[in-house]
């Protein structure tokens, strides 16, 4: 019987991974041409035909070799995977949020959009950083299309619904998580609190922009139709 | 003995096909390759060059894991099982193939009418 072990490692060459890792694929890779071989001369088969059939099992073992080495790269992937379904998504998704909020701020706030006087009846100084209504409103207007973009780049990039969420809502996650910091600051270095604006800044920031985002994101929840697969309508 | 499908088909279905047949009990290579084999009256074939690969995907992408035991001669053999992963993952995978089997049944169906 041949030395399967050497025979595999002899026609694929160097896996190039880890000696512990390439070790097990290769004495797997040779149990199967051993349980092939044994299974061959049970059924009768003369040791030269029982080999040839094992060796039969691979065709091109360079192929092969590429194969496995493409399918054994676990920790690159398995990063890549995450950052493809869930940071590049959600950063994109945050990024879109914060050029979206930019733009509304320096278009909204032009006085050639204001009415005299609309400025100051609509400026209404609602919070503590007196957040001006006049571009928050057009912002979460804009967010549904961030969260549906973090969302749905997430699916497409093959993301659980977790995952497809978490991409949707992070401009609010790290809106929120910003706020929290600061407020956690705020306790630690003493400063008065005005607390009526600051529930409602703590409000304005959370609830509003959460549920706009969600709008966009919910369509992209279910999951796709695979393209492949013609619907059934039995 | 069955016509064997055609091997653009039987790529497709060979990703549902192992982990159907690992659904039900953990197996090794050789043993996957021939249960199959045998299941598909020699339909579906896996050879260890199409078999390999195929389950260092899916144990990279979680649904499989394998693990090192003696077999019933005593060989120490990679026994591979479902994850938790692996058994979600195979039920939309099922439904659509069940979809897709469905409407080419259907297709058939008109055809021989």
Not at chain 1, 207 to 233: C, D, H, N, Q, T
Not at chain 2, 62 to 76: K, L, P, S, T
């Amino acid at each position: 019987m041949p030395e399967w072990k050497a025979l595999v490692r002899e026609r694929m060459g160097s896996l190039g991974l880890a000696p512990l890792q390439e070790e097990a694929i290769v004495t797997e890779l040779a149990s199967h041409l051993e349980d092939v071989y044994e299974e061959a001369c049970a059924q009768g088969l003369c040791k030269t035909e029982a080999i040839e059939r094992s060796l039969a099992q691979v065709a091109d073992w360079h192929s092969l070799l590429r194969k496995i080495q493409r399918a054994k790269h676990k920790e690159e992937t398995m990063m890549n995977r995450r950052t493809k379904t869930l940071w590049l998504p959600g950063l994109i998704s945050l990024t879109a949020a914060m050029v979206f909020l930019t733009i509304s701020e320096l278009v909204s706030l032009q006085p050639r959009f204001l009415a005299p006087g609309f400025f100051a009846a609509v400026h209404t100084s609602t919070t503590s950083t007196n957040l001006p209504l006049v571009a928050y409103l057009p912002w979460l207007g804009l967010l549904p299309f961030c969260g549906a973009a973090g969302a749905f780049l997430s699916r497409r990039a093959g993301g659980q619904r977790p995952a497809r969420l978490a991409a949707g809502l992070f401009p609010w996650i790290a809106l929120f998580s910003l706020v929290v910091f600061l407020t956690l600051i705020g306790q630690i270095v003493p400063f008065k609190h005005e607390w009526f604006g600051f529930v409602t800044e703590l409000l304005l920031v959370s609830v509003p922009p959460a549920i706009a985002l969600l709008f966009g994101v919910i369509p992209f929840l279910k999951e796709a139709r695979p393209a492949a697969l013609p619907s059934s309508r039995s | 003995m069955t016509k064997r499908v055609r091997s653009k088909i039987a790529r497709g279905s060979a990703e549902v096909a192992i982990l159907m047949l690992l659904a039900e009990q953990p197996l090794y290579g050789f043993e996957i390759a021939k249960r199959i084999e045998e299941r598909t009256k020699g339909a579906l074939s896996f050879t260890l060059a199409s078999l390999y690969p195929m389950l260092y995907e899916l144990e990279k992408r979680g649904w499989v894991h394998g693990r090192w035991e003696a077999n019933q001669a005593g060989r120490d053999r990679r026994y591979y099982g479902l994850t938790p992963a692996g058994k979600k993952g195979l039920v939309p995978l099922r439904r659509e193939w069940k979809v897709f089997f469905r409407a080419l049944d259907r297709l058939a169906g008109v055809v021989h009418a």
